[in-house]
T-cell receptor
Framework: RKEVEQDPGPFNVPEGATVAFNCTYS??????FFWYRQDCRKEPKLLMSVYSSGNEDGRFTAQLNRASQYISLLIRDSKLSDSATYLCVVNTDSWGKLQFGAGTQVVVTP | ETGVTQTPRHLVMGMTNKKSLKCEQHLGHNAMYWYKQSAKKPLELMFV???????ENNSVPSRFSPECPNSSHLFLHLHTLQPEDSALYLC?????????????FGQGTRLTVV
C-alpha cells in the first residue's frame, strides 16, 4: 500500500462550483498534514496546513479524519485560477519526514 | 522573486556528460532537500541536509552526488546518467529538518538525458 494515495483526477469543475477530494495515508502515527498546490510546470507551494479540528482559509476547507486515515480538501466557488494539481503531504515518521502524494488534478472550466 | 533559486532551469545532457545543478536559498533556513519529480509520480526525496550535514540518503544511485558547502547552497552533481533519470529536480528548504514547518521549493531544473 502506498504511504500517501490520491485520486489523480482530473476533476473537471464548472466555474463557481464546489469540488472536494480526499487523500489517504497509511501510517496511523502521522502527525502533520498539508496541502500543497502545484501549477503546471511550476514548483509546489504550500496551500494550507491541516489541523485536527479542521480549518478554513477563504474558499478552501481542509479536514482530517484520523479514524479513517484521510484528509480532504474542499474548494468552494471555484475560480479558473484554482486549476492546478493539489498535493497531499503527510509526515511519516517521528523525524517529520514528509511524504508527498502524486497529486489530484483540478481543472476549472468557464 | 522566490526565496529558493535553482539553476539551470532546463538541462539536456548526454549519458556520458558530467553536470551540476545548483540551488541557493535566501531564507536563512537550516535544512535543504533534493527531490525528483517524474511524470504522474509523487515527489521522491533524494537527499536531506541539515546544518550542512547530510542526514538522509534515500537509496539514490551513486551517479547522483550531493554537495552542501554552506547552509545557503546545495549542489547535485550528475554523471553517467540514464534516460530514466529525466525528470524535474526540485530543491527545497525549511527552517529546520524534522519539524512541522513549511517547505519552500525552487522552480526546479527540468533534466533530459539523451
Amino acid at each position: 500500500r502506498k504511504e500517501v494515495e490520491q485520486d489523480p483526477g482530473p476533476f473537471n469543475v464548472p466555474e463557481g462550483a464546489t469540488v472536494a477530494f480526499n487523500c489517504t495515508y497509511s501510517n496511523s502515527a502521522s502527525q502533520s498534514f498539508f496541502w500543497y498546490r502545484q501549477d503546471c510546470r511550476k514548483e509546489p507551494k504550500l496551500l494550507m496546513s491541516v489541523y485536527s479540528s479542521g480549518n478554513e482559509d477563504g474558499r478552501f476547507t481542509a479536514q482530517l479524519n484520523r479514524a479513517s486515515q484521510y484528509i480532504s480538501l474542499l474548494i468552494r466557488d471555484s475560480k479558473l485560477s484554482d486549476s492546478a494539481t493539489y498535493l497531499c503531504v503527510v509526515n511519516t515518521d517521528s523525524w517529520g519526514k514528509l511524504q508527498f502524494g502524486a497529486g489530484t488534478q483540478v481543472v476549472v472550466t468557464p | 522573486e522566490t526565496g529558493v533559486t535553482q539553476t539551470p532551469r532546463h538541462l539536456v545532457m548526454g549519458m556520458t556528460n558530467k553536470k551540476s545543478l545548483k540551488c541557493e536559498q535566501h531564507l536563512g533556513h537550516n535544512a535543504m532537500y533534493w527531490y525528483k519529480q517524474s511524470a504522474k509520480k509523487p515527489l521522491e526525496l533524494m537527499f536531506v541536509y541539515s546544518l550542512e550535514e547530510r542526514v538522509e540518503n534515500n537509496s539514490v544511485p551513486s551517479r547522483f552526488s550531493p554537495e552542501c558547502p554552506n547552509s545557503s547552497h546545495l549542489f547535485l552533481h550528475l554523471h553517467t546518467l540514464q534516460p530514466e533519470d529525466s525528470a524535474l529536480y526540485l530543491c527545497a528548504s525549511s527552517q529546520e529538518y524534522g519539524m512541522d514547518t513549511e517547505a519552500f521549493f525552487g522552480q526546479g531544473t527540468r533534466l533530459t538525458v539523451v
